[in-house]
């Protein structure tokens, strides 16, 4: 007991970055608040309750279940700014596959923003190449 709930606790903390498996997110988030994980309890019980009061907001629920800007295609987009800036949304949640595509795809459709296009996924490749 005294492994297992601190390695839910991490797997649900890295969870919760990556906006993935809310159910992990909030059954972590309970463990830090049961008492057997030893001295740092009066630290873990406050972040714990923090934390879930977190989850429980509806725009944390919505990041974990997905912006909706990932579920478009790129020609779905009426302007280069939203495919701008959904690209960029997956370029912050770390699907750097993906942001390079619908820059790509941006870049095609409104050559005028070309250059910035060229440049952020400069800086995705900078990211990627760190990485590996």
Do not use: H
């Not at 714990?48 to 987009?77: D, K, M």
Request: charged share 15%; aromatic share 8%; with cysteine.
């Amino acid at each position: 007991m005294f492994m297992v709930l601190p390695g839910l606790g991490l797997a649900g903390a890295v969870s919760m970055l990556q906006r993935r498996r809310y159910a992990m997110s909030v059954a972590a988030a309970c463990c830090m608040m049961i008492p057997v994980l030893g001295p740092c309890f009066g630290l873990t019980l406050p972040i714990g309750i923090w934390v879930l009061v977190l989850l429980r907001r509806q725009q944390i629920q919505e990041a974990f279940a997905g912006t909706p800007e990932q579920s478009q295609s790129p020609n779905e987009y009426d302007n280069a700014d939203d495919a701008i800036a959904a690209a960029s949304t997956l370029d912050r949640n770390g699907e750097w596959d993906a942001a390079i595509a619908l820059y790509r795809s941006a870049a095609a459709r409104w050559p005028e923003q070309a250059n910035y296009i060229d440049n952020c996924i400069k800086e995705i490749a900078k990211k990627q190449a760190a990485t590996m």
